[in-house]
Nanobody, 118 residues
């Protein structure tokens, strides 16, 4: 069993930066991949970035060069996946969700709102 909790997000002006943090606890050694997804109003949830337990990363074309995902395994049985977002655009506005994958099971966070607006 894995619990996923997100933090960060908020309101930022176009061109600004924002960070999101995701902490997974529980059976973290079973996690194969952690990732960030987003869902804008009226649209389907889409992949933003993922990082595997081996450190391989994958990004949506729309965020390549602007977003960076990183992961840290901590001694207190928690694993963190951070998403650093730079050069934000209004079209990045969405609810951002963190996901941890264990075999074929996906554990989702509650979502964090990111709004890019002047």
């Amino acid at each position: 069993q894995v619990q996923v909790v997100e933090s960060g997000g908020g309101l930022v002006q176009p061109g600004g930066s924002l960070g999101l943090s995701c902490v997974a606890s529980g059976s973290i050694f079973s996690i194969s991949t952690m990732g960030w997804y987003r869902q804008a109003p009226g649209k389907q949830r889409e992949l933003v970035a993922t990082v595997s337990s081996g450190g391989s990363t994958n990004y949506a074309d729309s965020v390549k060069g602007r977003f960076t995902i990183s992961t840290i395994s901590r001694e207190n049985a928690k694993k963190t996946a951070n998403l650093q977002m730079n050069s934000l655009k209004p079209e990045d506005t969405a609810v951002y969700y963190c996901k941890a994958r264990v075999l074929t099971l996906d554990y989702w966070g509650q979502g964090s709102q990111v709004t890019v607006s002047s």
